[in-house]
T-cell receptor, first 113, second 108 residues
Framework: NAGVTQTPKFRVLKTGQSMTLLCAQD?????MYWYRQDPGMGLRLIHYSVGEGTTAKGEVPDGYNVSRLKKQNFLLGLESAAPSQTSVYFC????????????FGQGTRLTVV | DAKTTQPNSMESNEEEPVHLPCNHSTISGTDYIHWYRQLPSQGPEYVIH???SNVNNRMASLAIAEDRKSSTLILHRATLRDAAVYYCTVIAASKLTFGTGTRLQVTL
């Protein structure tokens, strides 16, 4: 029972490179979320999805794209990485969240040099 | 979405109860109150949630004010393993967003 798995756990990118972070969940959740957390700060919502084939912008969407082609996977893409995107990225999944708990992955630590 | 306000930090002695407050004065009637915590170098984890009534589980209790404009997370006996950032969030529809949370320090 894996829960929410994020791949990779660590990555160093050069400015201008692109990469994709993968979030996979095995709980058949409709909702999935991507957050970033800068040092000493709280979590900020980047994008989220309320079901397969749907995505929506969160609080800080600029510089990121997402896709939800399969219900169990939510991908976060950086087309041209910038040093300001150095952060820890967390993924979460849930049923409709109002009365249900969310489950979080262990995070991806991304450094852009 | 309703905005939440929490103290930046709190301290507690081990084995003592801890009351973590949260204000959410713009909460709507059908919004749920959730609490999560984040241990050092880990992803957030669920603690408890409620709508109107007080709630208890094995981790904590949640006391919700009668007007629902504030709530309090209660850790009955704090341990060193409870040192974490505690986030209070109000969920209206589909977005799960977080404020800056309260950093709880537990000392011997």
């Amino acid at each position: 029972n894996a829960g929410v798995t994020q791949t990779p756990k660590f990555r160093v990118l050069k400015t201008g490179q692109s990469m994709t972070l993968l979030c996979a969940q095995d709980m058949n959740h409709e909702y999935m979320y991507w957050y970033r957390q800068d040092p000493g700060m709280g979590l900020r919502l980047i994008h989220y999805s309320v079901g397969e084939g749907t995505t929506a912008k969160g609080e800080v969407p600029d510089g990121y794209n997402v896709s939800r082609l399969k219900k169990q996977n939510f991908l976060l893409g950086l087309e041209s990485a910038a040093p300001s995107q150095t952060s820890v990225y967390f993924c979460a999944s849930s049923y409709p969240p109002r009365g249900r708990r969310a489950f979080f992955g262990q995070g991806t630590r991304l450094t852009v040099v | 979405d309703a905005k939440t306000t929490q103290p930046n930090s709190m301290e507690s002695n081990e084995e003592e109860p801890v009351h973590l407050p949260c204000n959410h004065s713009t909460i709507s009637g059908t919004d749920y109150i959730h609490w999560y915590r984040q241990l050092p170098s880990q992803g957030p984890e669920y603690v408890i949630h409620g709508l109107t009534s007080n709630v208890n589980n094995r981790m904590a209790s949640l006391a919700i004010a009668e007007d629902r404009k504030s709530s309090t997370l209660i850790l009955h006996r704090a341990t060193l393993r409870d040192a974490a950032v505690y986030y209070c969030t109000v969920i209206a529809a589909s977005k799960l967003t977080f404020g800056t949370g309260t950093r709880l320090q537990v000392t011997l």
